[in-house]
């Protein structure tokens, strides 16, 4: 990147061997080169793989799983964790043949712990969820992490070493990277803040979205449901008036004054899947 291009540099990277270093469990099933199914709505070059890019359509996503299906080898889905949810749910039940062992790698916004508990109990071959936390103006992947428990925090770990955290006063930090574009001087020792906090914990890091991107009582609902709201809702909410609202999934009916129909949602309140949900204190008002 240079001082006249500011903008976001992706570089390709050996994603099995990140995985595994990051993860040694997952050594096994990545033996054997695995099929990368990118549902990122960006460019996520990767080698080490049979590498699919879906475009964000459920048809290549079926593809994708079907070819590593055909295979006998794992399958590597990234995606932000709704617009994954979604094409699982609307792609994996209807499969003859799917893959012995799914991978998923999830980020660009947190993923709740309830979500991940559905999508782990509806498709049975998860071995398990990677979620990556970074910032667009240091780096996709700064850091990656796991649930020690299905019920428990997600804690991080580096992984990218061009990067130092920095964690001052509760909030998050980071330094260096390529992709960093803080302004035309900037140094190696400029703090880019994310808005977040972090406490270490457990070895690592736990990660507590600011108010501008998670409300606690949004978190707090989501963190609520069980598997018959993640069946029948996106995770997409909406509060007007002192009501809030939720959308439910394309084949689904309204059963209580709080859900909404998919489309109308999208009409009343603004949806797209290419977005990040609106689960901001500026909405929950």
């Keep these: 990147m240079t001082r006249l291009d500011r903008y976001r540099a992706v570089r390709c990277r050996d994603l099995p061997s990140e995985m595994v270093a990051l993860a040694p469990a997952l050594a096994e099933l990545l033996r054997n080169p695995p099929v990368i199914i990118n549902a990122y709505p960006a460019p996520m070059p990767c080698s080490g793989g049979t590498f699919v890019d879906t475009y964000l359509r459920p048809s290549s996503f079926a593809a994708g799983l079907r070819l590593a299906s055909e295979r006998g080898t794992t399958a590597i889905a990234l995606g932000q964790p709704l617009l ?93 990277g390529s992709e960093k574009s803080s302004g035309p001087d900037a140094g190696p020792d400029d703090v880019f803040w994310t808005g977040d906090s972090a406490t270490v914990e457990n070895g690592g890091l736990c990660i507590s979205p600011g108010a ?74």
Excluded at 116 to 143: C, D, K, M, P, Q
Excluded at 232 to 240: D, E, F, I, N, S
């Design 84 to 176: 994954l949810a979604q094409l699982l749910v609307t792609t994996f039940m209807q499969m003859a043949d799917s893959p012995s062992s799914i991978v998923l790698i999830v980020g660009g916004y947190q993923c709740p712990a309830s979500l991940e508990r559905f999508l782990r109990s509806r498709v049975n071959t998860i071995r398990e969820v990677l979620h990556v936390y970074g910032a667009a103006e240091v780096g996709a992947a700064v850091l990656a992490g796991i649930r020690p428990s299905v019920r428990s925090r997600v804690v991080y770990r580096q992984a990218d070493p061009r990067c130092r955290v920095v964690i001052q006063d509760g909030r998050l930090g980071f330094t260096g």
């Design 212 to 285: 501008s991107r998670l409300d606690p009582r949004v978190d707090e609902l989501l963190e609520s449901w069980s598997d018959n709201e993640w069946t029948r809702c996106t995770g997409a909410v909406a509060q007007r008036l002192g009501s809030w609202f939720v959308q439910l999934r394309e084949d689904c009916a309204p059963m209580t004054s709080h859900e909404v129909e998919h489309f109308e949602f999208a009409r009343r309140f603004g949806f797209c899947w290419l977005d990040k949900p609106d689960w901001s204190s500026t909405r929950w008002t």
